[in-house]
C-alpha cells in the first residue's frame, strides 16, 4: 500500500505555490504523466472549493483515467483530493502550503493509494511512485517559469 510523503522549501510565496496546484485545469502542461483533464463541476460554499476532475494518465503504452474530488481550503492554504473512479482501489492526497518569509515556503505533499487489480500495481507501481515523488519538484519548476527564479 503505497504512500509518498514529500516537503520541499521553495523559493515562492505560499500563496503563489498555492495557486498553482489549486489550478488543476493546467496540470497536462506540466504534471508527470498527465495527458489531460477535465473539470467536471465546481461548486463554491465560502471559503472552500470542491472540484470533481477526470483526469487521464498515460506512460509508454499505458492509458488509464480516474475521477477526484479536489477540495481547495485558502484559509488553511490546504488542496485535498480524494478517489472517485477509475484504476485504483482507494487514494487520498494533500497538499499543504507553510509560509516560512516573504519569497519562500515549504510544500508538503503527500499521497496514499492503492490500485484495484494486483496486475495494474506490478506493471504501474513503481511508475506511479516516481512520478507522485516528482510532483512537488514540477509545480517548482512551474513556478519557477511562471514568477521568474528569486536569487
Same mark, same amino acid.
Given at each position: 500500500?503505497?504512500?509518498?510523503?514529500?516537503?520541499?522549501?521553495?523559493?515562492?510565496?505560499?500563496?503563489?505555490?498555492?495557486?498553482?496546484?489549486?489550478?488543476?485545469?493546467?496540470?497536462?502542461?506540466?504534471?508527470?504523466?498527465?495527458?489531460?483533464?477535465?473539470?467536471?463541476?465546481?461548486?463554491?460554499? $465560502? #471559503?472552500?472549493?470542491?472540484?470533481?476532475?477526470?483526469? /487521464? +494518465?498515460?506512460?509508454?503504452? *499505458? %492509458?488509464?483515467?480516474?475521477?477526484?474530488?479536489?477540495?481547495?481550503?485558502?484559509?488553511?492554504?490546504?488542496?485535498?483530493?480524494?478517489?472517485?473512479?477509475?484504476?485504483?482501489?482507494?487514494?487520498?492526497?494533500?497538499?499543504?502550503?507553510?509560509?516560512?518569509?516573504?519569497?519562500?515556503?515549504?510544500?508538503?505533499?503527500?499521497?496514499?493509494?492503492?490500485? $484495484? #487489480?494486483?496486475?495494474?500495481?506490478?506493471?504501474?507501481? /513503481? +511508475?506511479?511512485?516516481?512520478? *507522485? %515523488?516528482?510532483?512537488?519538484?514540477?509545480?517548482?519548476?512551474?513556478?519557477?517559469?511562471?514568477?521568474?527564479?528569486?536569487?
Amino acid at each position: 500500500m503505497p504512500k509518498v510523503a514529500v516537503t520541499r522549501r521553495v523559493a515562492h510565496a505560499a500563496q503563489e505555490m498555492f495557486d498553482l496546484v489549486a489550478d488543476v485545469e493546467r496540470y497536462p502542461e506540466f504534471v508527470p504523466l498527465c495527458e489531460s483533464l477535465r473539470l467536471r463541476s465546481r461548486k463554491q460554499d $465560502g #471559503s472552500v472549493e470542491t472540484l470533481t476532475c477526470e483526469m /487521464s +494518465v498515460g506512460y509508454k503504452s *499505458f %492509458r488509464e483515467t480516474f475521477s477526484t474530488r479536489v477540495t481547495v481550503v485558502r484559509p488553511t492554504m490546504t488542496i485535498d483530493f480524494a478517489y472517485l473512479t477509475g484504476p485504483f482501489r482507494r487514494m487520498n492526497g494533500r497538499w499543504r502550503f507553510e509560509e516560512q518569509g516573504p519569497r519562500d515556503c515549504l510544500v508538503h505533499f503527500s499521497v496514499d493509494y492503492e490500485f $484495484g #487489480s494486483r496486475i495494474l500495481a506490478l506493471l504501474m507501481g /513503481s +511508475v506511479f511512485d516516481r512520478a *507522485f %515523488r516528482r510532483f512537488a519538484e514540477a509545480f517548482e519548476a512551474r513556478a519557477d517559469r511562471i514568477y521568474g527564479v528569486s536569487v
